[in-house]
């Protein structure tokens, strides 16, 4: 199975500053990951789809890139709305897996 | 606009079964690939299972092989979930997806398994 490694698992930032999680995968998956902000109660919802293509209706300052095992996923100008947690997903080989997920707080 | 509702979740023994159903609409959905995810309380998402759009390959997470059946009906637009042999373990929220450019998930239904 592919592992993805994502870091780190929580993180506090103020206001205005620019945040970046990462994902390690195992191996090679191409183009095959995606991004999700979660609130609670709610379903995941895709923010970057295909490591840098962003879903219609996010806002720009989300923003993902990287290649073969490493990705990153960035906001550039934290807002208080963007309190949640955030989980990439790689679906290049069966077992689709998850990482771990980023707690984001507001300092 | 692409809508997926999931439906059948409840409280159940250890033991016990279930049957999920999934009705999507907005979207080909007899083209697309559909999966089953799930999330247990305070865990993130683990895939469930895969079904291809004509049903030939179906694929299932070794936490669930044997004891889950995923299956689908074009005609009505829907995929469903047979779990059997329910464990504490499979308490969790689950989710149908449909696999794409973007994926697109549902709200989920929430399954808990108690005694």
């Known amino acids: 199975d592919i592992q993805v490694t994502q870091s780190p698992s929580s993180l506090s930032a103020s206001v205005g500053d620019r945040v970046t999680i990462t994902c390690q995968a195992s191996q090679d998956i191409s183009n095959f990951l995606n991004w999700y902000q979660q609130k609670p109660g709610k379903a995941p919802k895709v923010l970057i789809y295909?490591?840098?293509n962003l879903e219609t209706g996010v806002p720009s300052r989300f923003s993902g890139s990287g290649s073969g095992t490493d990705f990153t996923f960035t906001i550039d100008s934290l807002q208080p709305e963007d309190v949640a947690t955030y989980y990439c997903?790689?679906?290049?080989?069966?077992?689709?897996?998850f990482g771990q997920g980023t707690k984001l707080g507001i300092k | 606009e692409v809508q997926l509702v999931e439906s059948g979740g409840g409280l159940v023994t250890p033991g016990g079964s279930l049957r999920l159903s999934c009705v999507a609409s907005?979207?080909?959905?007899?083209?697309?690939?559909m999966h089953w995810v799930r999330q247990a309380p305070g865990k993130g998402p683990e895939w469930v299972s895969y079904i291809s759009s004509s049903s030939s390959y179906i694929y299932y997470a070794d936490s669930v092989k044997g004891r889950f059946t995923i299956s689908r009906d074009n005609a009505k637009n829907s995929v469903y979930l047979q779990m059997n042999s329910l464990r504490v373990d499979d308490t969790a929220v689950y989710f149908c997806?449909?696999?794409?450019?973007?994926?697109?998930w549902g709200q989920g239904t929430l399954v808990t398994v108690s005694s």
């Open positions: 907005g979207f080909p959905f007899s083209k697309d690939i």
């Open positions: 997806a449909r696999e794409g450019s973007p994926w697109f």
């Open positions: 295909d490591v840098s």
């Open positions: 997903q790689q679906y290049d080989e069966l077992p689709y897996t």
